[in-house]
């Protein structure tokens, strides 16, 4: 029986080393500073510009950007990106100027993954976390879009990963220019990575996810 389950401790063991050893560095970093201060500019206030009833919004791909962190405690901790996401804010059919009446949805490929360090990138895609050939997508899609404050809203939806779908509530800066959201979702409640582990995998279950959106030129500029 033990010589029977070695191999599978020892391919275990591999992994958890893996894991350790991808986390092991200092922070890092796929989106610069520079990203987060140059591509945000400060737009008139709310949906002034001439949008379209029923227009949907996209983002500018060049200057936008949707990020996460993973960490192990305070000193460990890898960034990372997904290139490959549709952001769509539909307006209103009534009242372009309305965020209150417009849908938005957002589709993330995962495979399109990027971090510093190819073995993480790898490791992420496998089954041990997001499992990208058997659940290709995350989507959030929201219910209702809430006035708080100047340009805030609170967005109340639900979003998906791999094979579950939780409610989320996400407060987000909209303005004729851009889309800023900061959140942090629990890892483990989506079934990416393991809940808990030895000194080889305990990544912190709090996962900040940047979703940082400047809007393509509209049709009707």
């Known amino acids: 029986m033990i010589s029977f389950l070695f191999p599978f401790f020892h391919m275990r063991f591999l992994s958890l080393a893996l894991t350790a050893l991808l986390l092991s560095a200092c922070h890092t970093t796929v989106i610069s500073d520079e990203q987060r201060d140059s591509n945000l500019d400060d737009g008139e206030a ?4 001439s949008y379209e009833p029923g227009e949907t919004i996209k983002a500018d791909k060049e200057e936008s950007f949707i990020a996460f962190t993973g960490a192990k405690g305070s000193i460990i901790s890898h960034e990372g990106a997904f ?3 549709d952001f769509s804010l539909t307006l209103s059919e009534i009242d372009p100027g309305d965020l209150e009446d417009a849908d938005l949805t957002v589709t993330v490929q995962i495979e399109s993954i990027r971090t510093d ?3 993480l990138t790898t490791h992420l895609l496998s089954s041990d976390f997001f499992d990208a050939e058997k659940f290709p997508q995350a989507v959030f ?3 209702t879009i809430t006035e708080i404050g100047p340009d805030m809203y609170r967005i109340d939806g639900g979003l998906a990963i791999k094979d579950v779908a939780l409610p989320i509530s ?4 909209i303005t ?3 889309f800023v959201a900061e959140f ?3 890892r483990t409640d989506y079934g990416v990575g393991e809940p808990t582990g030895g000194v080889f995998t305990d990544i912190d279950h709090d996962i900040p996810v940047e979703v940082h959106i400047v ?7």
């Open 83 to 85: 290139d490959d996401y």
């Open 215 to 221: 809007f393509a030129p509209s049709e009707g500029e």
């Open 141 to 143: 899609i929201a219910d």
């Open 176 to 178: 004729d220019q851009s």
């Open 184 to 186: 942090v979702i629990d």
């Open 46 to 49: 709310g949906m002034e510009v």
């Open 117 to 119: 360090t190819d073995l």
């Open 170 to 173: 996400v407060e987000a800066e």
